[in-house]
């Protein structure tokens, strides 16, 4: 039979391996950056945009959708390519994926500084580049499925199934996540309140880590480390196991990010129980690559791809551990809020995909230019420095996660909190913070090695943009009926059937999840004396948004004693129906905020936002004095309060008509009150509106502090 004759595109793979590096290296930088901030505010620079709560998400999503997203799009157009025999469907597809994609990237750079967010964790880009996103991913997917039609390969290898729950998933994650009400080109409010919107976003968050930083990796993992190894995946029939269990499981996690929350308790309980459950499909995946070099162990000694390899699959291994290990209420009941979670975190990400990305890097980049490693003792520096970077960051923040949450809880023999400052905790884990910032340079040291490496590997050899290939024709269906065969074999032979089953499978978790939570309306209670904020309180909170204050408080007290002794009565779920979006932060580097209303003067939140260390010695906020001197926008107070009551805000019929009245006369009551602790300040700023929304914050409920 006669072959075909095509040309595999590498150019396309060249770019994204281009970005990844670029990417890579300026998300590190940032992340850098924001790791010195936390024990040197001087580190914030002393102006709006390079605040940590501002750069703090342009941090994790260039190294998230920028560094990983490149790498992903680069590993699947190799791959891919290979694994159907087939070039990419369509070169003006892929140019225009690659080029759409960076443009996301730059609108991110640019608007997330400016305060242009969303304020979800992960998903914190304004409601046009969300629609950008979706076009560049229905492109990347039309490309990769029409790849997929003209492949010359009857059968799809494991990789591809995990690109396909990738491309679904992904989708189904954004589309749902996404959903807003925009006010204007850069302003949006989410669909979701309260309690159902942070069922939503950490679905979404918890899921974006399990198909985007995960699966596409695992099908990366299944093509290229056999191809480094020179040997055959360990186990088919494993990865048959691991593909549908995986993302079957995955998706009904989410919950245990929210546990000990107003999140009702039966969705906490299935979070936490198909949490237990993904530790074995994630073993089972660790297992199988690993067991893949099971005889070529002298050669893991000797290649240093394969060294990135091991560690990569470990660190998966530890990450995919520990996930289900602090989902356990008594162990997220200490480490919830603290730096264990961002250790944990980090493990995964720097080990598992910065690591894998690496080792694909140093394995493809000299085959793409027909030459050989620049620097074998480079790349050998690089992985050492790499993993001691992964070290100086983890183990300090672990630390420093220890310490946070027994501290937290502790109490004197006579009943008291032992540490009712929460800086004290703070000021007692800064040199862990310096540990981290120093294992963050190492990392980033090995990146920019990895880059020169690279660039000099590529100089020495030449780009082979077309490479020639030949294969046979697809085979006739016809040919191999009446054949014995495994079942799975007739579902990879279909690649829209494995599309349709892996979108079933992923939505069972997620409608079991929420659907109660909407529509059976005694899951979330409400609270009469729950009102809507005030015009001036909801431009306030829209600030707090602004400057990322979610980044560092939260505003959720646990129903612990050591939480209510400290901040006051436990949080209600009735009590954040008009939170749109919700606010309950992940994360505590300064204390809760849900029972702040009231507790200090006007006089001391405006000092405070404008210097902190006058009012908490120690502290490590940034000054936010720009508060005083820029004017609160009231344009947009109208059209704020129509969102809010399209959105089913119950505001007077015909208020967004006089409104700004309102803003006037409460900005004027706290101007006039501050007035009398000699503080002049401009009623029409934005320091007021801030201090009116926390002065709001916890106070609809009668609190026993």
């Known amino acids: 039979m006669q072959t075909d004759k095509f040309y595999y595109d590498n150019k396309i793979v060249r770019d994204f391996a281009i970005a990844t590096l670029v990417w890579g290296i300026i998300g590190m930088t940032v992340g850098l950056l924001i790791a010195t901030q936390l024990f040197s505010p001087e580190m914030n620079l002393g102006n709006q945009y390079t605040t940590f709560g501002r750069i703090r998400p342009l941090h994790t999503n260039a190294v998230i959708f920028a560094f990983v997203g490149n790498a992903i799009f680069m590993g699947v157009y190799y791959s891919l390519q290979r694994l159907l025999k087939a070039r990419m469907y369509s070169d003006v597809m892929s140019k225009i994926h690659f080029w759409g994609w960076q443009l996301i990237i730059v609108a991110a750079v640019i608007t997330l500084p400016l305060g242009l967010t969303t304020s979800h964790e992960y998903a914190e880009l304004e409601w046009p580049i969300d629609i950008a996103i979706t076009v560049i991913w229905v492109v990347f997917g039309v490309n990769m499925f029409g790849t997929i039609i003209k492949r010359?390969?009857?059968?799809?290898?494991?990789?591809i199934w995990f690109y396909i729950a990738t491309f679904v998933t992904v989708a189904v994650l954004h589309i749902v996540n996404s959903a807003q009400l925009p006010i204007s080109a850069f302003k949006s409010y989410y669909i979701y309140a309260g309690v159902q919107d942070a069922l939503v976003q950490w679905w979404y968050g918890h899921n974006a880590v399990a198909f985007f930083l995960t699966t596409p990796y695992l099908g990366m993992m299944y093509y290229f480390l056999p191809k480094m190894a020179n040997r055959p995946v360990y186990s088919y029939r494993l990865s048959i196991l691991h593909f549908w269990a995986l993302i079957f499981i995955y998706i009904w996690a989410?919950?245990?990010?929210?546990?000990?929350?107003?999140l009702p308790g039966w969705a906490q309980s299935v979070g936490v129980a198909f949490s237990i459950m993904l530790i074995a499909p994630s073993w089972g995946g660790m297992i199988n690559g690993l067991l893949t070099l099971r005889g070529a162990w002298d050669k893991v000694r000797d290649d240093v791809t394969l060294k990135f390899m091991v560690v990569a699959l470990t660190a998966y291994g530890m990450a995919t551990f520990e996930g289900p290990m602090l989902s356990l209420k008594g162990v997220n009941a200490i480490a919830h809020f603290t730096d264990w979670i961002v250790a944990h975190v980090h493990v995964g990400a720097l080990g598992w995909n910065g690591f894998l990305t690496f080792g694909v890097m140093y394995w493809l980049i000299p085959r793409m230019y027909k030459t050989k490693l620049y620097s074998n003792k480079l790349a050998s520096f690089h992985f050492w420095i790499g993993t001691l970077g992964i070290l100086f960051y983890a183990i300090p923040l672990y630390w420093a996660g220890f310490t946070q949450g027994l501290m937290w809880k502790e109490f004197t023999p006579e009943g008291l909190l032992k540490y009712s400052n929460f800086l004290e905790t703070l000021i007692r884990i800064l040199p862990m913070y310096i540990m981290r910032s120093i294992g963050g340079a190492m990392y980033l040291i090995g990146v920019i090695v990895m880059a020169y490496n690279?660039?000099?590997?590529?100089?020495?050899?030449?780009l082979v943009e077309n490479e020639y290939?030949?294969?046979?024709?697809?085979?006739?269906l016809e040919a191999e009926e009446g054949k014995k065969e495994f079942w799975h074999r007739k579902i990879e032979r279909k690649p829209m059937v494995m599309l349709v089953l892996s979108l079933v499978v992923i939505l069972i978790g997620g409608l079991v999840e929420m659907l109660p939570t909407f529509f059976i309306s005694s899951n979330v209670p409400t609270i009469a004396s729950v009102k809507p904020y005030t015009p001036l309180e909801l431009?306030?909170?829209?600030?707090?948004?602004?400057?990322?204050?979610?980044n560092c408080h939260s505003q959720t007290v646990r129903p612990f004693r050591s939480e209510t002794e400290r901040y006051g009565d436990y949080?209600?779920?009735?009590?954040?129906?008009y939170d749109y979006p919700f606010l309950w932060g992940s994360k505590r580097t300064g204390p809760d905020l849900h029972r702040q209303g009231g507790k200090y003067s006007n006089a001391w939140h405006y000092n405070h936002m404008t210097d902190p260390r006058t009012m908490s010695p120690g502290s490590i906020m940034p000054s936010y004095d720009w508060l005083i001197d820029q004017k609160l926008d009231i344009s947009t107070t109208a059209a704020k309060i129509k969102a809010m009551q399209t959105l089913g805000v119950p505001y007077p019929a015909n208020y967004a008509d006089i409104a700004n009245e309102d803003v006037a006369k409460q900005a004027k009551f706290i101007a006039d009150d501050l007035a009398q602790n000699k503080i002049k300040a401009s009623s029409d700023t934005e320091i007021i509106a801030i201090i009116a929304y926390l002065q709001r914050l916890g106070t609809d409920i009668k609190n026993k502090n």
């Open 152 to 159: 010359r390969e009857r059968h799809l290898y494991v990789a």
């Open 254 to 262: 989410g919950p245990h990010h929210l546990l000990y929350t107003s």
């Open 454 to 462: 690279l660039v000099k590997t590529a100089k020495a050899g030449k």
């Open 469 to 476: 290939a030949e294969a046979l024709p697809l085979p006739k």
């Open 539 to 550: 431009h306030g909170r829209d600030l707090y948004i602004r400057e990322g204050c979610v």
């Open 571 to 577: 949080s209600k779920a009735g009590e954040f129906v």
